[in-house]
């Protein structure tokens, strides 16, 4: 029998989560040299404040090539605005953008963020057109870069058309920080046996007080 008594296990227990919300919430450095191994981990570190430059609000200047627009007249957007705040400790960067496009309305709620343990930045996105999610990753990285270079596979509704309904779509998406007040995301689709297109691109500057 276990020498180990249940309030013995529930005093650890309480002592954890309590250690876990100072973690989040206080992350000094004597609460992160304290903090098990799994929660030092999931710290934010210098990827993430990389990514500090992308928070704020932000207008969207963006422009669609393909289902509403095409590479000649692409829909363009009117009133488009960013929000974009930390979350989760600072470990999340949350993108809510709205304002419309092509005179639709337009939604998107994108989460960025990096994972420590896979060395590798992840973005994922929800928009009020496609019922999927859109998920995409980076390589592995050594070192923080001013461009971020993100892959990933959805499955078409049709976006290109009617006959690749259903079809897997390789996908990339291209962060270029050009500075605090200015960065530019590329969209890139590269349907199976066809050339890689620029889908989707949308310049951010900065809403300054």
């Not at 227990?13 to 876990?20: N, S």
């Not at 989460?111 to 057109?129: I, K, M, P, Q």
Request: charge should be neutral; charged fraction near 20%; glycine fraction near 12%.
């Amino acid at each position: 029998m276990s020498s180990i008594s249940p309030r013995s296990g529930a005093g650890r227990g309480l002592a954890l989560a309590a250690l876990l919300l100072a973690a989040a919430f206080l992350p000094s450095a004597a609460t992160q040299a304290a903090a098990p191994g799994f929660v030092q981990r999931g710290l934010p570190g210098p990827f993430h404040a990389a990514l500090e430059p992308l928070a704020g609000d932000w207008n969207v200047d963006k422009q669609i090539f393909i289902a509403i627009g095409s590479p000649a007249h692409p829909a363009t957007s009117s009133g488009v605005v960013s929000h974009r705040t930390w979350v989760g400790g600072g470990k999340h960067l949350m993108d809510v953008t709205e304002g419309k496009v092509g005179g639709e309305a337009y939604y998107r709620l994108g989460v960025l963020g990096f994972s420590n343990v896979d060395h590798r930045y992840e973005w994922v996105t929800f928009d009020a057109l496609n019922a999927n999610q859109m998920l995409y990753y980076s390589r592995p990285l050594k070192a923080p870069d001013g461009v971020l270079e993100l892959r990933g596979v959805f499955t078409d509704q049709g976006l290109l058309g009617e006959a690749w309904a259903g079809k897997s779509i390789p996908m990339r998406t291209v962060i270029q920080i050009e500075g605090p007040d200015r960065h530019v995301i590329d969209l890139y689709f590269d349907p199976p046996g066809k050339p890689e297109i620029l889908i989707d691109r949308s310049v951010y500057t900065r809403i300054k007080p």
